[in-house]
């Protein structure tokens, strides 16, 4: 059996009927193979079915430690037929982006069997121009964004007929999978047996936790958060004669406005998608020296966050507060065959109260700098840890206390939105030998969080996405003209032809 770590179960711990712990994404491809193949049900089938091996998590099903003792863990599924697993469905003429992502809402607000693996993929027809959609549905749980997309690059090639990745000894981890089904006793045993070691792991934990409680996405808007984390900063750098250089002045830590898509979520997603031309974005991060693709991603999004915001009459003096996920990945962590979540996140306060598109830019190329700075100090695994200073069973009970008081308004929300910039590849990709079209990621919501935005680059294109609540953002598909209007402004202003 494969024991989940504390960040892995705390993606099905919030799971509550409104809340949905599984990520997607939207690979539209041609209709046809480059071979004249039409793209169908069966053709995805084999294809998923010839590489199952280079795929573990698509076998792993989730058991409970009974009374909630230990960490949930994946066994190997005894019973897995990868045909319970791929759905085939069709569009209504004529097949409207509109109407491809009302499906992909719908399916994205199903969620996962969690009695087989926690994995789906839909294939969608009739989408407009011949073109064929794919949404794979995979749970956080066993991926974080770079395991992600390493287990769907064993579907997705960078060549029309790809080759499977030969399998080695060194894959012995990957190939043998999560291991054997074990009997509610044995569970209920190794449970047991991982009780002396809570306590440890939670004393070693609570001193980093303590001193970082600001920077945690689901800890820092507790009451009195910053002044606990400002004590337990001082007090360790006394105990330890600041070793470690830190200043005594600790940044300030925005708050998050209260916003009209920041309340209690429901459990029905919409989403909404489009490109963007990468060439336009790299000629205004050049002709601005020191500011970075994601600097202007990050821009981009603020304005037209604020734009929908205007139309919406929120408040624009207050900044919004972003998570931005990053990897803490080592160079041993990123092998093929490492799963679950190494993952940790930047708060950082993005200029939607700026009016001047060029003042924006300038505004988020300084604040991911500090953000940046600021991460640069804070232990890698901190979201780990600060898991650990939680018994395994209060670990849901507590996950659901904080949405509740978050939902309820009790608690400001810890940030308004997630804005992902993910890389992806350069060149053409193929899926069965048909080529992708775009690829558009479906990302998790939480109270107090109704929208979310990724972007992925793909060739010349970044290929961006807006998943978001059905009933707080009923307008979202407005933010793709939205966004593609900021980025003509912003050229405008620099002079840029676009």
């Keep these: 059996m494969r024991r989940l770590s504390s960040v892995d179960a705390q993606f099905l711990a919030i799971e509550d009927g409104r809340t949905h712990s599984h990520v997607c994404q939207l690979t539209i491809l041609e209709g046809t193979t480059v071979d004249g193949t039409p793209v169908d049900g069966a053709l995805i089938r084999d294809h998923i079915a010839s590489r199952i091996e280079n795929l573990p998590p698509f076998r792993w099903r989730v058991r409970e430690v009974p009374f909630g003792l230990d960490y949930p863990v994946f066994v190997e599924d005894e019973s897995f037929d990868p045909d319970s697993h791929i759905w085939e469905v069709a569009l209504p003429a004529p097949g409207t ?6 499906a992909v809402g719908q399916i994205a607000s199903r969620p996962l069997d969690r009695a087989r693996p926690l994995w789906e993929v839909h294939l969608i027809h009739g989408v407009e121009g011949g ?3 794919m949404l794979t549905k995979l749970h956080h749980s066993a991926i974080d964004g770079v395991s992600g997309m390493q287990l769907l690059s ?7 007929r790809g080759r499977l990745r030969e399998v080695t000894d060194a894959d012995a981890p990957c190939t043998k999978g999560a291991g054997h089904d074990p009997s509610d006793m044995e569970l209920l045993a190794r449970g047991v047996l991982s009780l002396p070691m809570q306590p440890v792991r939670m004393i070693k934990a609570l001193p980093a936790t303590l001193r970082h409680i600001d920077q945690l996405p689901t800890m820092r808007s507790l009451p009195g958060a910053g002044l606990l984390s400002g004590a337990a900063d001082r007090a360790a750098r006394i105990a330890t004669r600041n070793r470690d250089g830190r200043t005594l002045e600790r940044p300030v830590t925005a708050q998050a406005p209260k916003v009209s898509f920041g309340g209690r979520i429901s459990p029905h997603r919409r989403f909404a998608y489009g490109s963007l031309p990468l060439p336009l974005i790299k000629a205004i991060k050049d002709a601005n020296p020191g500011t970075t693709v994601n600097d202007v991603v990050v821009a981009l999004c603020a304005g037209a966050l604020r734009r929908r915001m205007t139309a919406r009459g929120d408040d624009l003096d207050t900044a919004l507060v972003a998570m931005v996920p990053l990897s803490v990945r080592t160079k041993d962590s990123a092998q093929p065959n490492t799963y679950g979540n190494q993952i940790s996140s930047l708060m950082v306060a993005i200029p939607t109260d700026e009016s001047d598109v060029l003042a924006r830019l300038k505004r988020a190329r300084e604040v991911m700098r ?3 700075e600021r991460h640069r100090a804070i232990p890698a695994q901190l979201l780990r840890d600060a898991n650990h200073t939680v018994p395994p069973a209060l670990f849901a009970r507590t996950a659901r206390v904080i949405s509740m008081t978050t939902a309820a308004g009790w608690i400001r929300p810890p940030f308004n939105v997630t804005i992902s910039n993910v ?3 350069p060149s053409a990709l193929y899926c069965a030998g048909a080529r ?8 998790v919501l ?10 992925l680059s793909y060739g010349d294109r970044l290929d961006f996405s807006f998943t978001a609540d059905r009933e707080l953002v009923p307008d979202v598909w407005q933010l793709v003209p939205e966004l593609e209007a900021e980025l003509r402004e912003l050229a405008e202003a620099l002079g840029i032809d676009a």
């Design 97 to 102: 982006p509109e109407q491809l992502a009302d």
């Design 131 to 133: 073109q064929v959609a």
């Design 154 to 160: 064993a579907i997705i090639e960078p060549t029309p």
């Design 370 to 372: 500090s953000a940046k």
């Design 423 to 425: 890389p992806g590849s």
């Design 436 to 443: 992708v079209v775009s690829q558009h990621p479906v990302n």
């Design 446 to 455: 939480l109270d107090g969080l109704g929208l979310s935005l990724t972007l």
